[in-house]
T-cell receptor, first 116, second 115 residues
Framework: AQTVTQSQPEMSVQEAETVTLSCTYDTSESDYYLFWYKQPPSRQMILVIRQEAYKQQNATENRFSVNFQKAAKSFSLKISDSQLGDAAMYFCAYRSSETSGSRLTFGEGTQLTVNP | EAGVAQSPRYKIIEKRQSVAFWCNPISGHATLYWYQQILGQGPKLLIQFQNNGVVDDSQLPKDRFSAERLKGVDSTLKIQPAKLEDSAVYLC?????????????FGEGSRLTVL
């Protein structure tokens, strides 16, 4: 079974600075998808960014980018120019590339605090 | 576009009582998920439906949890009888695709406290 590990329960960053959240995963599959989801306090979880394993280019979405190291099974999230609204719990997640029935497996989460 | 709707938002019950949660996914989304999120942990999939059929219920404690999606639209998750360890937020999500890179859209969750 696939597992996802987030080794940083809590992180903090100063507003306008850059922060990197770590994620590692374990799988025997060669093709899969990786995601970062954001869960603000008392609000819905939303997708931040996704990466397909066979694509070598790292995904970027505005201030959010990933560093995908397939051999090391590492998938970190970099937030540039951090804003107060970025404060949330961030979850790394893994999903098989199967077209149906594949489970989205989440890590334990990293609580990000943004200091003004 | 309306998001995923869940009710109730909060529920407090005594152990051994029963509780039911309701979820209405985004219109047109064939896949519906129920996740359990215990405080301080990541969400864990309880059950996944594709239309009105079950795709994955391997982590659903079937002796006390049940879920249905009779007409392939809204869904109900029931717990009977509840235990203290069932205290959690129950998240419903939906997606267009059943797997792959499809984005999951989550509701606000139903927070259950079992006393």
């Amino acid at each position: 079974a696939q597992t996802v590990t987030q080794s940083q329960p809590e992180m903090s960053v100063q507003e306008a600075e850059t922060v990197t959240l770590s994620c590692t995963y374990d799988t025997s599959e060669s093709d899969y998808y990786l995601f970062w989801y954001k869960q603000p306090p008392s609000r819905q979880m939303i997708l931040v960014i996704r990466q397909e394993a066979y694509k070598q280019q790292n995904a970027t979405e505005n201030r959010f980018s990933v560093n995908f190291q397939k051999a090391a099974k590492s998938f970190s999230l970099k937030i540039s120019d951090s804003q107060l609204g970025d404060a949330a719990m961030y979850f790394c997640a893994y999903r098989s590339s199967e077209t149906s029935g594949s489970r989205l497996t989440f890590g334990e989460g990293t609580q990000l605090t943004v200091n003004p | 576009e309306a998001g995923v709707a869940q009710s109730p938002r909060y529920k407090i019950i005594e152990k051994r009582q029963s509780v039911a949660f309701w979820c209405n996914p985004i219109s047109g989304h064939a896949t519906l998920y129920w996740y359990q999120q215990i405080l301080g942990q990541g969400p864990k999939l309880l059950i996944q439906f594709q239309n009105n059929g079950v795709v994955d219920d391997s982590q659903l404690p079937k002796d006390r949890f049940s879920a249905e999606r009779l007409k392939g639209v809204d869904s109900t998750l029931k717990i009977q009888p509840a235990k203290l360890e069932d205290s959690a937020v129950y998240l419903c999500a939906s997606s267009l695709e059943a797997g792959g890179e499809g984005e999951l859209f989550f509701g606000e969750g139903s927070r259950l406290t079992v006393l």
